[in-house]
């Protein structure tokens, strides 16, 4: 790995020996750095930056400049995939994602496309080989999709919903149909995820953002199985090097032992577990990322230090943990705050190593 | 138990063994069912109708006529502790609680009184009364009230929350003063409860609404703790029975191991839980009450037999279970499906008795 000055990340990753532990912040690039506003402002709308390579180059490299940060991640959406579906996605200010076209029937399940990114999503793998030449080896860069579940969830509510009504009454009521949808999504994920490793992204991770709204047996039939498959058909060689492979489900605690036999090479913890009872379900099969909880970056740094503390005992020694919140930073939390977290592991983290 | 003509809600929650699995829904007095919106309409709004003990009465008893229920549970409102502590709780149209007195600072809190029920909330044992007098055996009446958690964020935020950004930098930042709010709340759910169970409650479950949102470490300090103090502080035994203790924390299904040996008598289970596991993890310690994803009931019967008929077998046979949903009844709930699931409970569930 002589072209990367810091894999760290990568390393750990894939459960081999590091000197400190490798930390990044997912929403890393976000409205809650003022640089990233102004740039935000420039272009004018969200959409818009992520559609400009140059400018989701710029915002991706922004907290590294401030932060020790091991890691980049692609500045983009999660929703990118049913943009390009057709699906027409834009934000109102101050208010989540939504949907010019919405899918109200079976036919417009059955008329969606299966995504090809580089004829339908170009700016995203222009915008990974641009990082990657401003990176220029000094710490690995992410890229990432929504899992099939998540993507359907906002697909079918028309945007953010609370109890997901529409989308489990289709789940329940109509399961082929929801197989449907699912299957087209998975094709498209495994195209975008490969062509960005095939742009130089040099991990990936799927957001399962929703899994978590759903039953053990639902989660199998209508999230982990589709993430499974997906991660059977990435090309996880890339430069040389196997690409990792995070898979991150929000609320899915309960089900670490099923994800961590679907082939990924890490799974993402949200706040509520301990990882060190996670570390002792999922043994030597998975690497493990997270997960202080966002909400303790509002509390003072001795607060930050000790909770980093705590979690990196409760991982114990040896390779195999990244750390990072157990979801993404908020708006409202002052930059001085993620440096002293991201410090905070770096320095406590040199004993357990 | 010779006045309870219907005692196998009780006898499940001690794990003595019954003839069927006994059930009842989480909200089963509630929006979906059009004779509680006429009533509702004609009380004015919501609070007016808890307050009238002959309305919460007629309203308690309303799915009784209408489904097989097992158990019959006090028609009323979490928020009726931080109401009678002077905050002035109101419901706008179609949003969640509001207070009109919010609480902002230190000497807020220092100022909340603790709520003596008899004198600040005279009508909750009133309507207790009634009601038992009105079901006369038929079933066992359930108590209730919010955890001194689940209390804490609605008063610290003011209503509803999406990511609980004030109590928790309260929590994190100043956990003294986080300690006395719990105090106090704690002490209030005592006395109402107590007051509850001396006024005919003959179960009484804890709704930790708000608990799954904490880390681990954090929901043993700031909600487990608190809810076993409230248990050794009920008085369990009143008309020569024992008065089961149910606790539910929604999102606490990593935690079941710790909720189980509070004291309490059951768990209640969200459906993101596969029963069968959490059963093999409490072993015999509780009995257990769930966990039917109430999505579920905006499909077809067959669909909603067959998931009740899954979750019986993923319990097993044996004593120590009651059905439920694992979370509310949501109010676009058709009545109907709520029969066939009632109904394919005991059903299906004397082959596994």
Avoid at 41 to 47: L, T, Y
Wanted: charged fraction near 20%.
């Amino acid at each position: 790995m002589s072209d990367l000055k810091n894999d760290r990340f990568l390393r750990a990753l894939l459960r081999q020996p590091v000197d400190a532990t490798p930390v990044w912040v997912m929403r890393q690039a976000g409205r809650y750095l003022p640089e990233y506003r102004a740039r935000r402002e420039q272009a004018g709308d969200f959409m818009s930056l992520c559609q400009n390579p140059q400018g989701a180059c710029e915002v991706t490299l922004q907290p590294l400049e401030r932060f020790d940060l091991d890691a980049a991640i692609l500045f983009s959406d999660i929703l990118t995939i049913p943009d390009a579906m057709g699906m027409g996605l834009y934000f109102d200010q101050g208010e989540g994602p939504k949907f010019r076209k919405a899918i109200e029937t079976a036919k417009d399940i059955e008329d969606l496309p299966i995504v090809n990114t580089a004829s339908d999503l170009p700016y995203v793998p222009d915008a990974i080989r641009l990082i990657r030449r401003e990176l220029n080896g000094r710490v690995p860069l992410i890229g990432f999709s929504g899992s099939p579940w998540t993507l359907a969830t906002y697909m079918i509510e028309g945007g953010s919903s609370k109890d997901f009504a529409k989308i489990k009454t289709m789940a329940y009521s109509n399961p082929d149909l929801m197989a449907v949808l699912l299957e087209k999504l998975t094709l498209s994920v495994i195209d975008y995820l490969n062509t960005q490793i095939a742009a130089g992204a040099q991990a990936v991770q799927i957001f399962d953002t929703w899994g978590g709204v759903l039953s053990t047996s639902a989660y199998q039939e209508f999230s982990l199985k589709y993430m499974a498959q997906i991660v059977a058909g990435l090309n996880t060689h890339s430069e040389g090097r196997e690409v990792p492979v995070i898979l991150f489900t929000k609320g899915g605690g309960g089900w670490l032992e099923a994800i961590s036999v679907t082939g990924c090479h890490a799974i993402g913890l949200d706040w509520t577990q301990d990882i060190g009872q996670a570390r002792g379900r999922v043994g030597d099969r998975v690497a493990l990322q997270g997960n202080m909880d966002p909400a303790i970056l509002r509390a003072p740094a001795s607060v930050i230090e000790a909770e980093v503390g705590v979690i990196l005992a409760s991982y114990g020694k040896g390779a195999g943990h990244v750390f990072n919140l157990g979801h993404g930073v908020t708006p409202d939390i002052d930059p001085e705050r993620v440096s002293a977290f991201v410090d905070a592991v770096h320095n406590y983290s040199v004993n357990f190593h």
